[in-house]
């Protein structure tokens, strides 16, 4: 069974613009989490979906935004990017809430 | 804000000693807990969990102790190998959410 895919695995943009990442679970998980990774902050939670419904909001700004599409995939989009929003964007999907979350290898978003 | 800590962001021991990273977390809702392995340039890895109505759970080499009185969770590798080197996260899952709320992480080096 393939893992959590995620794309682009790299990715270097300037500040201003905006971006979209994609993620595609676990086949049969419904359920998919987003975390934000920075040397200085560690892990840090961004939203979760299930059945297309976002279920969980971590503490980002609005210019964070996310979505599941009816075959579980997601994306999320990050405006008006800013140098701090330099990170690792992991993904990560499970069967269901509170079951155990598969890591996808991240994509690398760098902001110049 | 929440948050689980570590004790110690690095360890250091013999290829062939026990190691035991150590993890407090402050949420009280939280009723499901989870380690997690990231080697460089990866997505954090599975390792092992636990859920509030156990004490103790053994996996391959790896056992995680939940102390809820004192809100502390701990891994512990028996015979740590080279391939064991990377860092660890504990995290913890307030009920009923897909959040999943993460220490800062252990950084794992064993020695030849």
């Known amino acids: 069974k393939a893992g959590v895919t995620q794309t682009p695995r790299y990715l270097i943009k300037t500040r201003g613009q905006q971006v979209t990442l994609s993620c595609s679970p676990i086949?049969?998980?419904?359920?998919v989490s987003w975390y934000q990774q920075t040397p200085g902050q560690g892990l840090q939670f961004l939203f979760e979906?299930?059945?297309?419904?976002?279920?969980n909001k971590g503490n980002f700004p609005g210019r964070f935004s996310g979505r599941q599409f009816s075959n579980s995939r997601s994306e999320m989009n990050v405006s008006t990017l800013e140098l701090g929003d330099s990170a690792l964007y992991l993904c990560?999907?499970?069967?269901?809430?509170?079951?155990?979350?598969?890591f996808g290898p991240g994509t690398r978003l760098t902001v110049l | 804000g929440e948050s689980v800590g570590l004790h110690l962001p690095t360890l250091s021991v013999q290829e062939g000693d026990n190691s035991i990273i150590n993890c407090a977390y402050s949420?009280?809702?939280?009723?499901?807990f989870i380690w997690y392995k990231q080697e460089s340039g990866k997505g954090p890895q599975f390792i092992i969990d636990?859920?509030?109505?156990?004490d103790k759970r053994q996996g391959q080499r790896v056992t995680v102790l939940l102390n809820k009185t004192v809100k502390h969770l701990s891994l512990q590798i028996a015979a740590t190998q080279p391939g064991d080197s990377a860092v660890y996260f504990c995290?913890?899952?307030?009920?009923?959410?897909?959040?999943?709320?993460f220490g800062q992480g252990t950084t794992l080096q064993v020695k030849p």
């Open positions: 979906y299930f059945s297309e419904t976002q279920r």
């Open positions: 990560a999907s499970s069967l269901a809430v509170e079951n155990e979350q598969f």
């Open positions: 995290a913890e899952t307030p009920s009923n959410t897909g959040k999943l709320i």
């Open positions: 949420n009280s809702a939280s009723d499901y």
């Open positions: 636990i859920r509030s109505n156990m």
């Open positions: 086949s049969g998980h419904r359920s």
